[in-house]
C-alpha cells in the first residue's frame, strides 16, 4: 500500500538567514566543480557544504567530507542556523519559470513517503543507477543521519486535490520561502499543517504507483540505510523515520512536467561510421538551429537522432522500426523503441564506443561547442524521452539506460530535511 504522511522539516531559519537564495543550491547530481566552487563562496551556510562537500588531499577516516557534513550539520542547528518545525506538515512547492518564451508553473509537494519492500511494490523506478553514487550517498546519510534533499516522484492527480487544496488554503498566504534561481526559476515553499486539510492528499495516494523521476540513487540508499536499521531492532514497528523517505511529489498529467533531452558527446570514436545508411536514411543538415527543429519533427513520427562531427551535422532517421526488432534483443517493446536504446545498439556497440568516453550533457550548445573545440570526436543529439514511455517501462519493471531523462525544473536542496533518528 502506498502510503504518505507529513512530517517536522528541519530548515534554514529565517531570522538568521535573510537571503535563503545565498545558501540553497542544485541537486548534488547537476552541480559541476566550478558550480561547486561558486556555491562555497555564496555562504559559509550554503548547503553545498552538507550535501556535496569538497574533498581535501589529506582527508582520512576521521576527518573526511562525511565527517565534516555532520559537523556543520550539528553546528548549525546548535546555532540555530537550521531549525526544526514543530509540528508536521506538508510543504507545497510551486516553480513558475519561462521556456522558448513561454510561462510556465509546476506545483507539487514535500512529504514523506514509506519505503516499500521490492516485491510488489508500487514505487517504479525507470532509470538504473550506478554502485559509486550510491555509497557516496550512503556514506553520507549515515553520517548525518537524515535525508538531505527530496526524491523526486510523480503521481495521478485527476481530480486535482493538491491543486485545489492549495487554492483554497495557502495560494493567498505569503510563502514561506520565496527564491530566485540562477536559471531564472522562481520557488516558493508554503507549509500546510491541518491534519484535517492534509488527509484528502494522503487519501488520493491510496493504492497509486508511483513513478521516480529523479533520485533514483536516493531511493536505493533509503532503502539500504533501513535494512541495516531493521537489522539491529527486535521488534521494529514499521513507524520508524527511516522507514520513509523525504519525497517532492507532482503530478504526471500535468502540462508543465517537463522532460529534457539528454544527449551523448563521444570523446573516442573507434571506428568510421560507414555503415550508417544500411540503416539510417542520413540527410545533411544546415545549422544546429536547423538541426534541433527537424530532429523534434522527424521524431513526431519516426525514430531520428542528430549527429554531429567537425564535418557538419546530420539528420539520421530510421528505415524501417521492423529493424529495431530484428536487431534489439533485449527488453520490452517500448524499451526497444526508445532512441537511446536504438542509438545503443545500432551505433555505438557497432563501432565499441566505451562507457567511459561517452559524456552526458541536457546542453545542445555543449555537445557542438565540445566537438568543435576538438575535445570530442562526436555528439549524438536526442529527442527527450515520452512520460508515457517513462510510465510504460517502468510498469513493465525495467529501466532506461542511466541519463536518459532529464525532468526539469530541478528541486532545490536545502529547502526541507528529515531527520531520521
Known sequence: ???????????????????????????????????????????LHNFIRLDLGKEKAADDKDDNKYTRAKKSFDEWLAEGILSEDPKPGMYFYKQEYRLTGQRHSRLGFIALMKIQDDKDSKILPHENTHMAAKEDRLRLTRAVRSQLSPIFVCFSDREKTVETTFIKHLAPSKPMFDVMDEDGVRHMIWRLDDPVRIQPIVNTMEGQHLFIADGHHRYEVAKEYRRGKIAKIEKPTGQEPFNFVMTYFTNIDSKDLKIFSIHRIIKKLPKKLDFLEEFFRVDKIKSK?????????????????????????????????????????????????????ILKYFILDKVGVASEDIIYTKDLNEAIGTVDAKKADASFILNPVKIQQLKAIALNGERMPPKTTYFYPKVLSGLTVHKME
Open 1 to 43: 500500500m502506498t502510503e504518505i504522511r507529513p512530517f517536522q522539516a528541519i530548515h534554514y531559519n529565517s531570522e538568521k538567514i535573510p537571503d535563503i537564495a545565498k545558501v540553497v543550491c542544485p541537486p548534488y547530481d547537476v552541480i559541476s566543480p566550478a558550480q561547486q566552487n561558486e556555491y562555497y563562496n555564496n555562504s
Open 289 to 341: 538551429e536547423d538541426l534541433a527543429i527537424l530532429l523534434a519533427k522527424a521524431g513526431q513520427n519516426e525514430h531520428a537522432i542528430g549527429f554531429y562531427t567537425r564535418e557538419g551535422c546530420r539528420l539520421l532517421r530510421l528505415k524501417n522500426k521492423l529493424l529495431i526488432d530484428q536487431y534489439v534483443t533485449e527488453g520490452s517493446r517500448e524499451y526497444r523503441r526508445l532512441d537511446a536504446t
